[in-house]
């Protein structure tokens, strides 16, 4: 409901202003405000408009009854649905070129089209699946001739060739084109595979590893050692996307793999020759690395054996703080409140525990530390020490000669 004051008749314009406000508009004079006199102030139902010109914003306002009000709120409505009809079905068809542009699709449905936009959305939505179709078979075409040349038979792609066909034969498309094409591929993957027969089967080999798309993997020019001990020279390394890397083994989120074709008769023997004092290298390497391994559980086991030999035989002096002074023979204490430490003072061997982690019962500590503090008992050294003392000295040494 609109009120106003006139201000001045025209011809086909009152100029009037709001009641309260005092806000200027223009109404029209027809048969409900046609007898309508300057000064006098007036309530009514009407339609409104604003119309900018020159920097300038004009306010129309037409009478009219409650009942055409009512028709125009409704046509502006249906005009406002309709501009968004034809926005998204312009994104649809626009897409439609490439795939399916399914958002705008479920947002179509749910508005009222009329027959021929309906006609339109169905026409965009299978010409958007033909096409997006389309550029499948021809990635896959692509990724199967790629197989061929690594030496085997895509059968995954394969499998979403003819999911593509039986696709596109639901549409009504020709696919005699697609079908001859895998055929020819089968056939070009038959006589590949007889072509390079027993003497492919001596000199290449296949490598392959799942990635996580960010490594490069192999490089062209190195030396690679095959499962079955041969040596070959990368000549191509590739990078493919495959959704089953489970034939390798392997279940990873992407399903990226490397391979790298590898050429035994490329390999030079001075290449074989460095290669092999490198292998040799990293197995000595590996060999020395087990037994300090070995040696460290040696030593963690004699300690142990000792700090347990000490707990049921020798004193846990009570107090708190307890300052150790000593030689300290084994050290194993972290930053975490774990580890052993045994410290020889004089005749007398300690036994200790560190017990300052979280979830440790801090009441039993009587043995300072840096942190929270540890479980010392303390015996006479008899002669089992002097065993277990003497068999970690010994080892630790053993384990200096292998780290250096």
């Not at 202003?17 to 029209?28: H, P, R, S, V």
């Not at 027969?197 to 296949?206: H, L, P, S, V």
């Not at 300690?303 to 703080?321: A, K, T, W």
């Amino acid at each position: 409901m609109y009120k106003y004051k006139i201000v001045k008749k025209g011809r086909k314009w009152f100029q009037a202003e709001e009641a309260e406000k005092g806000y200027k508009a223009q109404i029209e004079i027809n048969d409900i405000s046609k007898d309508w006199i300057e000064g006098q102030i007036v309530e009514f139902e009407g339609k409104y408009k604003k119309q900018t010109s020159g920097g300038y914003t004009k306010v129309y306002i037409y009478p009219c009854t409650p009942e055409q009000k009512e028709q125009h709120k409704e046509v502006v409505a249906r005009e406002r649905e309709q501009k968004e009809i034809e926005k998204y079905l312009s994104y649809v068809e626009k897409n439609a070129k490439e795939y399916v542009y399914w958002n705008g699709v479920e947002k179509l449905r749910s508005m009222n089209l009329n027959d021929e936009q309906k006609e339109r959305l169905k026409a965009a939505i299978q010409e958007g699946i033909i096409n997006k179709t389309k550029k499948k078979l021809k990635d896959y075409f692509r990724y199967i001739k790629n197989a061929i040349v690594e030496g085997h038979w895509y059968s995954n792609g394969e499998s979403v060739i003819k999911e593509g066909i039986s696709t596109l034969q639901k549409y009504g498309i020709d696919t005699k084109e697609y079908e001859g094409k895998l055929e020819e591929l089968k056939a070009e993957y038959k006589q590949a595979k007889e072509q390079r027969g027993i003497e492919d089967a001596k000199r290449y080999f296949i490598i392959r590893n799942v990635t996580d798309n960010k490594n490069i993997g192999f490089e062209v020019g190195e030396i690679i050692k095959s499962q079955d001990g041969r040596l070959g020279k990368v000549i191509k390394a590739w990078k493919y996307y495959e959704e089953d890397t489970m034939s390798l083994g392997y279940m990873i989120d992407g399903g990226w793999i490397i391979c790298a074709k590898c050429d035994t008769y490329a390999v030079t023997e001075e290449e074989k020759r460095r290669f092999e004092e490198k292998e040799k290298r990293y197995e000595e390497r590996r060999v020395i690395e087990r037994k300090i391994s070995e040696k460290e559980k040696e030593i963690h086991d004699a300690v142990y054996n000792l700090v347990h030999y000490i707990r049921n035989n020798g004193d846990y002096p009570e107090g708190r703080g307890i300052q150790v002074e000593g030689i300290v023979i084994y050290d194993s204490f972290d930053i975490y409140g774990g580890g052993q430490r045994i410290v020889v003072d004089g005749v007398t061997v300690w036994g200790i525990q560190n017990n300052g982690g979280d979830g440790d019962d801090w009441s039993y500590n009587n043995i300072r530390t840096g942190g929270a503090g540890a479980i010392g008992y303390k015996m006479q050294i008899n002669d089992t020490c002097k065993e277990f003392i003497e068999k970690i000295n010994k080892l630790k040494e053993e384990l200096e000669c292998l780290q250096n």
